[in-house]
T-cell receptor
């Protein structure tokens, strides 16, 4: 079966513009995670969706960042009024039910460059 | 002090060498410990998972957790050029998000 897919694979935008990043999790996975990977900073947790529960937004760095998950499947991460420091690789992961011992399967990421 | 510390390297070894990768952490509530491998321009993939303290072996890979020292290790025996990648430690407490180290870049030369 297909793994986690993300689109676009690369995105170049101008400072101040809004961007939308898409994640298609593995079919049947109820848990979905967004991370940001900046050069030299490792992976940083952003937001977590589990089924119909309210998302855990504790990792979002500012109110310019938001995410939604429609129909318990596809998720979109939106960054409004992008800044140069938003340049990073944005990774999405999914797992079967969100239990701590489950494997999180990562997508290839979207490389965002803000000029 | 960051919750998880990991030396970014780079670490360069010849083929066949034993590789030791390490992370330290500060949060004593962490119970779940993982090692991920990330090839260039790919997403991380889970290599090893350990719950609480102890050792776990899978082929050429051994993961160790020492909760008393807040120290985890990944050993790679008989390293191969295909092991060249960035290795990320990750850990979490029950009910919390996964916290990653910055990753160690490993290069194995043939």
């Amino acid at each position: 079966g297909a793994g986690v897919s993300q689109s676009p694979s690369n995105k170049v935008t101008e400072k101040g513009k809004d961007v939308e990043l898409r994640c298609d999790p593995i079919s049947g996975h109820t848990a979905l995670y967004w991370y940001r990977q900046s050069l030299g900073q490792g992976l940083e947790f952003l937001i977590y969706f589990q089924g119909n529960s309210a998302p855990d937004k504790s990792g979002l760095p500012s109110d310019r960042f938001s995410a939604e998950r429609t129909g318990g499947s596809v998720s979109t991460l939106t960054i409004q009024r992008t800044q140069q420091e938003d340049s990073a690789v944005y990774l999405c992961a999914s797992s079967l039910a969100g239990n701590p011992i489950e494997t999180q399967y990562f997508g290839p990421g979207t490389r965002l460059l803000v000029l | 002090q960051k919750e998880v510390e990991q030396d970014p390297g780079p670490l360069s070894v010849p083929e066949g060498a034993i590789v030791s990768l390490n992370c330290t952490y500060s949060n004593s509530a962490f119970q779940y410990f993982m090692w991920y491998r990330q090839y260039s321009r790919k997403g991380p993939e889970l290599l090893m998972y350990t719950y609480s303290s102890g050792n776990k072996e899978d082929g050429r890979f051994t993961a160790q957790v020492d909760k008393s020292s807040k120290y985890i290790s990944l050993f790679i025996r008989d390293s191969q050029p295909s092991d060249s990648a960035t290795y990320l430690c990750a850990m979490r407490a029950k009910g919390t998000a996964l916290i990653f180290g910055k990753g160690t870049t490993l290069s194995v030369s043939s």
